[in-house]
């Protein structure tokens, strides 16, 4: 019996969906533990990309079994068209994917409360990808939301009233011009919603402690990035969950005792979708070539990702935190072309030279403080053996790794699943 855990380690979009396929015929289970449709887990293989926002990337595995957790906020709406992309595969979802009782629901009016929210806000937006994602968290911690198990209950329909009613008031409060057909929004989400009463709830708590009882293997999903924790990361630009190592736990009812290995996922560079600070950001001609190399593009918003060099001192802070015992660097192959590379191993904070994450990294605070390393110019999409890659990448991978000090076991060198390198 092993539960293992793997996570992003900065803002999120670091390649967690390509690794959990890589990583999923080693387990009988993949749970999702947070994060809800604003997260787009990527898979390529046999020449097809796959994007996944709510169902946990071992679908594509006829041998595991996926579980989403209570931790997870579903939209049946989107989690409906999400099933039916996956129809065209043959895939049995019925018997290959669980739901959590306890999981939260998205309901329209969670959509236009997140649109009200941040349309609010003018200048001052925090990149809300307006999913519904923190109106459903708020009402989670408020006690006030609604969960999959609701839909069970035979007054479903008047608890849905009574809480769409609440955040139709909450949305005139705010003042702001949001043009929407609620019957329509509403006609589409209970098509969904029973469509969803067709899979299977589980008591995820109880079911993932008997798995463990029997032995069996489990690997729990991350979604976003540590960076982007609401409590660790760089709030208030963040998302509304747990996105580290803690999460797992109060987000599938694991014990952290029961967690061996911890898999930290990032890019060779660094990269960030929407507002907030970004310290080693380049506005220059190299962040745009990164952009263009590593298709910088949200999967799910489709907006364009801010590149800038790896940030040593957020990663070695991601590592701290969650306890990471395996590192995988994602994109390797992006950076080739470069003359040199700039790693971020220290900021000056306000005139003080530090080599930790403080409490704010706006850039009237912090400026990076870079070392220089060879780049390397070989196409590696080809490769398949840690000794073939050129000397400066493994140069790269080793002062990372001595930075750190978490080992680095995985290379990948492409977006398909086979452009994995192991080390």
């Not at 533990?33 to 887990?41: D, E, I, K, L, M």
């Not at 580290?244 to 898999?263: D, H, M, Q, R, S």
């Not at 002062?399 to 995985?410: C, D, H, M, Q, Y």
């Amino acid at each position: 019996m092993s539960v293992d855990l793997l996570l992003g380690l900065q803002w999120g979009d670091e390649g967690k969906g390509k690794i959990v396929d890589v990583l999923t015929s080693k387990y009988d289970i993949i749970a999702r533990f947070q994060g809800g449709p604003n997260a787009g887990h990527t898979l390529e293989f046999d020449g097809i990309k796959h994007v996944l926002r709510t169902i946990p990337s071992g679908i594509f595995h006829e041998s595991s079994i996926n579980v989403i957790g209570n931790g997870v906020v579903i939209d049946p709406v989107v989690f409906q068209k999400e099933i039916e992309g996956l129809a065209k595969f043959n895939i049995d979802i019925k018997s290959r994917l669980i739901i959590s009782r306890k999981a939260h629901l998205i309901l329209p009016t969670h959509r236009l409360l997140d649109a009200a929210s941040e349309a609010s806000k003018g200048k001052a937006k925090i990149g809300s990808t307006l999913k519904g994602i923190g109106p459903t968290y708020m009402d989670k911690t408020g006690r006030n939301g609604l969960r999959v198990g609701d839909i069970e209950l035979a007054d479903f329909k008047e608890r849905y009233r009574a809480l769409a009613d609440k955040h139709e008031a909450m949305i005139a409060f705010y003042d702001v011009a949001i043009q929407y057909n609620l019957s329509e929004l509403e006609k589409e989400f209970f098509e969904a919603v029973d469509d969803l009463r067709k899979l299977t709830f589980i008591d995820s708590e109880e079911y993932l402690h008997q798995a463990q009882q029997e032995g069996k293997s489990i690997l729990c999903e991350g979604a976003q990035g540590s960076l982007l924790d609401v409590d660790f990361g760089t709030y208030p630009f963040v998302t509304s969950s747990n996105t580290t190592a803690a999460g797992a736990c109060t987000g599938l009812g694991i014990a952290p005792n029961k967690i061996k290995e911890v898999y930290g996922i990032f890019k060779a560079y660094t990269t960030r979708v929407g507002s907030g600070p970004f310290p080693t950001e380049l506005f220059d001609e190299v962040g745009a070539t990164m952009a263009k190399v590593g298709n910088e593009f949200g999967s799910v918003t489709g907006r364009q990702r801010r590149c800038g060099w790896l940030d040593l001192v957020a990663l070695k802070y991601a590592v701290q935190i969650n306890g990471v015992t395996q590192l995988m660097m994602m994109k390797g192959d992006v950076l080739s072309g470069f003359e040199t590379l700039q790693v971020c191993t220290a900021y000056n904070y306000n005139g003080s030279e530090i080599s930790h994450l403080p409490y704010n990294i706006e850039a009237e605070n912090v400026t990076p403080i870079y070392t220089e390393l060879r780049g390397w110019k070989a196409d590696l999409t080809g490769l398949t053996n840690y000794n073939e890659l050129p000397d400066e990448l493994r140069d790269y991978v080793s002062f990372i790794e001595n930075a750190v000090g978490v080992p680095i076991t995985i290379v990948s060198v492409g977006p398909d699943r086979t452009q994995t390198i192991l080390k």
